[in-house]
């Protein structure tokens, strides 16, 4: 059975787009359930500023009470060197940078062209060196929602001068839901022959209603980490009426159907993404949580068994 | 380019579920509008006695007053041979007859074993030999809800005894949302081998959000012939907490989107899809008539332009 590493980013992609604060305590707990259920990854938080994601401020209060669990690896979205060094003070396990393929989208999401931010990124690998693992996650890899399509071409640009720069991994993010699984499998045939040395993994969002598509046709082409994010919490302000990241528990749901070791629990994590509407106060969009897995059978009604003996 | 016939089903099997009665002025506005999108088939209505189905007991003033479209087919539940006359009566272009695979599932939804419905449709088909087109839908083929996993034998048991009489197609149908796409991948294998003859449509819910991989996986497989509803309504009594048929503008948009000829005007399809909240009442499901297809390029924040200026 092949293994696939699945990375949780609710805490921080699901609950940066909330419109109400997440109490620390309720983030606290929730990510103390969700490393027991066997992921691969969670990222916890986020350490920008207090003014720019308002939803992250306790950052150095979330690292500090969760419960640190062997094998689990925390990481955390760092934008520049103050903010790996808090990163380094709170003892993540993995940084987690972000820069977007699109000039445009990068202009928008981080204020300055994709040059500046390569730059102070590059700043932020090199202090890392030695002390912690990077990841580079790559936005817009698969299109853009204001400049339309993103070549394969510049998305491997991108990511060929991170991996020049030595870092761990890559996250080739589908950042408001436009990748088609077509594309998807281009793209993961193509990341695996270039980098098969580097961590690659996939982030893609439900906007459109394809995200459990692309992660099927990144998984037939041997990808085997993902993100996901419980309850298919997520967004994105610059692209209207985006619905969030592909659910983590819908998405594992279909992993382990298809018959591939996740190493996750997923009655445990079913109970998790169950309590998460009281966290957030609003409906949720996975599905598995309500319906309940495949395995899950329901009685017949009553009248069922008057017929088995009528029609006997 | 392959070619995919898509059928819209919303004005059966998902009107059929609804809690409140959709007017029939709204039922004819809404099929006369799918029916200039270039869908295959249509699911107009079904011939069921008012009792058993009262939110569909408008069929006869539904089929008289809709406008025929050349080239597109209406087709109709049928569940007897009294049903099928009064079909013929409204010169339907197809019966579709259904059972369940699943002997509980069928006790259950037809109140009867499977073997009793098996020989009521012999005769529906033997009737309609020679007058109008028959398709049998099979329910439950990638399991039931009560009694879990549906053998692929027992599933090609009835559609071989269906295709023995002569019927021009089956529909395979996921009725709860239970396949995953491992599962449609062989099933498609094995249909398309043993019926070359037969117009063979797979019919997917997205009760645990995977209808769209089912999707891709069959399509991958040759299979040319879908259903889908309009705004993913529809769903099932006998599973608690699901959600409905995959949403038909979201597959097509996939569809299109991997480069398949579905001969459906998207943009004339999602501004029906778009108007479907206000004729049931309710939000839907369907993704794609909130966030626009991919191709639907946003404008970028105002700030995007002095920055570009400010680092130029």
Same mark, same amino acid.
């Given at each position: 059975?092949?293994?696939?590493?699945?990375? =949780?980013?609710?805490?921080?992609?699901?609950? #940066?787009? =909330?419109?109400?604060?997440?109490?620390?305590?309720?983030?606290? +707990?929730?990510?103390?359930?969700?490393?027991?259920?066997?992921?691969?990854?969670?990222?916890?938080?986020?350490?920008?500023?207090?003014?720019?994601?308002?939803?992250?401020?306790? !950052?150095?209060?979330?690292?500090?009470?969760?419960?640190?669990?062997?094998?689990?690896? *925390?990481?955390?979205?760092?934008?520049?060197?103050?903010?790996?060094?808090?990163?380094?003070?709170?003892?993540?396990? =993995?940084?987690?940078?972000?820069?977007?393929?699109?000039?445009?989208?990068?202009?928008?999401?981080?204020?300055?062209?994709?040059?500046?931010?390569?730059?102070?990124?590059?700043?932020?690998?090199?202090? !890392?060196?030695?002390?912690?693992?990077?990841?580079?996650?790559?936005?817009?890899?698969?299109?853009?929602?204001?400049?339309?399509?993103?070549?394969?071409?510049?998305?491997?640009?991108?990511?060929?001068?991170?991996?020049?720069?030595?870092?761990?991994?890559?996250?080739?993010?589908?950042?408001?839901?436009?990748?088609?699984?077509? #594309?998807?499998?281009?793209?993961?045939?193509?990341?695996?022959?270039?980098?098969?040395?580097? #961590?690659?993994?996939?982030?893609?969002?439900?906007?459109?209603?394809?995200?459990?598509?692309? $992660?099927? +046709?990144?998984?037939?082409?041997?990808? *085997?980490?993902?993100?996901?994010? $419980?309850?298919?919490?997520?967004?994105?302000?610059?692209?209207?009426?985006? *619905?969030?990241?592909?659910?983590?528990?819908?998405?594992?749901?279909?992993?382990?159907?298809?018959?591939?070791?996740?190493?996750?629990?997923?009655?445990?994590? $079913?109970?998790?993404?169950?309590?998460?509407?009281?966290?957030?106060?609003?409906?949720?969009?996975?599905?598995?949580?309500?319906?309940?897995?495949?395995?899950?059978?329901?009685? !017949?009604? +009553?009248?069922?068994?008057?017929?088995? =003996?009528?029609?006997?």
């Amino acid at each position: 059975m092949q293994r696939i590493h699945f990375n =949780e980013v609710v805490t921080r992609d699901g609950f #940066q787009n =909330e419109p109400a604060f997440v109490p620390t305590d309720d983030k606290v +707990a929730l990510i103390d359930e969700l490393s027991a259920c066997g992921y691969a990854k969670i990222e916890v938080t986020s350490f920008t500023s207090a003014k720019a994601i308002p939803m992250l401020r306790d !950052a150095e209060e979330v690292m500090g009470r969760i419960r640190r669990v062997p094998g689990l690896e *925390t990481t955390v979205l760092v934008p520049n060197v103050r903010g790996a060094e808090r990163a380094l003070e709170c003892r993540a396990d =993995e940084l987690n940078l972000v820069m977007s393929t699109s000039e445009t989208h990068n202009l928008a999401n981080l204020r300055m062209p994709r040059e500046h931010s390569f730059g102070g990124l590059r700043e932020v690998v090199q202090m !890392a060196h030695g002390r912690v693992a990077v990841n580079v996650s790559l936005s817009c890899c698969f299109g853009c929602p204001m400049e339309g399509d993103v070549p394969e071409a510049e998305v491997l640009r991108w990511a060929d001068r991170f991996a020049e720069l030595g870092v761990r991994g890559l996250t080739i993010c589908d950042t408001t839901g436009m990748a088609h699984p077509g #594309q998807v499998r281009q793209m993961a045939r193509t990341l695996r022959q270039r980098y098969p040395g580097l #961590q690659m993994t996939l982030h893609f969002h439900n906007t459109r209603g394809m995200g459990l598509a692309n $992660l099927l +046709a990144a998984v037939e082409e041997g990808i *085997t980490r993902f993100d996901g994010s $419980l309850g298919g919490l997520g967004g994105c302000p610059y692209a209207p009426g985006a *619905t969030g990241n592909i659910c983590s528990e819908d998405a594992i749901h279909m992993l382990q159907a298809l018959g591939l070791d996740t190493g996750i629990d997923l009655p445990r994590l $079913l109970a998790a993404a169950r309590r998460l509407p009281d966290i957030v106060g609003h409906d949720v969009p996975g599905q598995v949580a309500k319906a309940g897995p495949i395995q899950q059978l329901h009685p !017949a009604p +009553a009248y069922v068994q008057e017929l088995r =003996e009528r029609f006997a």
